[in-house]
Every structure is written in C-alpha cells, then in structure tokens.
T-cell receptor
C-alpha cells in the first residue's frame, strides 16, 4: 500500500521567513513518482513539481526548492523568503508505479504567511 | 486552452435527489479520476478510469457511480445523495497510466441538506 504523510497540519510564518513543508511517503515499489500541489484560497489545485524515484537531484525554482531523499523516504518543500501570496494549502502526492497508478495525496499543510 | 472542466461549480441539493457532476477534458487523456476533499482528510479518490468503458473503484466509492462512454467525459453520479457527501469534488485527467502530473478541474462544492 502507498501512503503520504504530511505531519504539519498548519504552519504560520511572517513574511520573508523561510519555511519547509515536510512530506514522508511509503511505497513498496522501486518505481514511483512524487508531486507537490498548491491549493490557494480560490480552491483550484496547481501543480508545482514532479519527481520520479530514479532522480534524487534536488530542484530549485525561484524561491521554491525541493529536497528528495530516498534514504528517509522524504520529499520536502522549502519556500525561501516567503510572501503573503504563498499562503495556501500544500499537498504532497505519490503515484505508485506498481498499482493502478493512483495519485495518493497527503492530508495537506495549511501555510499562512502573515505580513 | 488545455483544461478540465467541471460543472456545476457550486450545488446545493436535498437528500435523495439524484444529481450528476460533469467533467470534460480536451487533452485526449486516457486516465481520469474523481476525488473528494474534506477538511483534515486531504483528497481521496472516489473512482478512476484508465480508458473508455474501463472504470474502477477508488478508496471511497460508496454512494457514487461513474461512466466513461467517451474519452473526454467522466461524469460523477450521486443516485441518492446524503449529507455525508457534502464535500469539494475534483475531477482530474492524465495522459496515461504513467507518472505524469494530473490536471484538475476547478472543483465542485456540493452541499446536501
């Protein structure tokens, strides 16, 4: 079975602080895919990043960076110099290559960035 | 524009009155699915379809039906809605069964009273 755990239910920071959102996953397959989605207050789901299990290279996109570590089954997301517009619910998700390719979500982390 | 379109965006209905939430995608994707989002529970898969006429249950299928008669459409049917089906629903599509990212509709907020 596959599982995604986002232990941080809510995080509140002040603008310009750095913040890391944790994601721990469980899967028995060697081939899998990890994702982060953002859900702003308007409600839509916005794709942020995709990583496959064979690519542990960390990624940086502007103020966003992702740290993928297979040894700890983690795929953490860091926002540098947070801004009010970063306030949203962030979901980590997993596709297990050995199953029906179901996209399994964590329960999400609500990030509030205060001015 | 590539998109997944859900309708309606908002719906208030009464217990037992059959309803259908439509989902259509214009990207020729094989894989489509429905999720419901509830506070503290994240998104849970209701049903999915790997291609036309191929559908299967997800994690929370009770009380729902789906059909996939055409590649682009994947409606969600609630034959007899109950208050515990009050939720935010998302339709999603992906190009194939692989590990590509999903494209989501705008969401349908359903309230059953």
């Amino acid at each position: 079975a596959q599982k995604v755990t986002q232990a941080q239910t809510e995080i509140s920071v002040v603008e310009k602080e750095d913040v890391t959102l944790d994601c721990v996953y469980e899967t028995r397959d060697t081939t899998y895919y990890l994702f982060w989605y953002k859900q702003p207050p308007s409600g839509e789901l916005v794709f942020l990043i995709r990583r496959n299990s064979f690519d542990e290279q960390n990624e940086i996109s502007g103020r966003y960076s992702w740290n993928f570590q297979k040894s700890t089954s983690s795929f953490n997301f860091t926002i540098t110099a947070s801004q009010v517009v970063d306030s949203a619910v962030y979901f980590c998700a997993l596709i297990n290559g050995g199953s029906n390719y179901k996209l399994t979500f964590g329960k999400g982390t609500l990030l509030t960035v205060n001015p | 524009e590539a998109q997944v379109t859900q309708n309606p965006r908002y719906l208030i209905t009464v217990t037992g009155k059959k309803l259908t939430v439509t989902c259509s995608q214009n990207m020729n994707h094989e894989y489509m699915s429905w999720y419901r989002q509830d506070p503290g529970l994240g998104l849970r898969q209701i049903y999915y379809s790997m291609n036309v006429e191929v559908t299967d249950k997800g994690d929370v299928p009770e009380g729902y039906k789906v059909s996939r008669k055409e590649k682009r459409n994947f409606p969600l049917i609630l034959e007899s809605p109950s208050p515990n089906q009050t939720s935010l629903y998302f339709c999603a599509s992906r190009p194939h069964q692989g590990g590509t990212e999903a494209f989501f509709g705008q969401g349908t907020r359903l309230t059953v009273v």
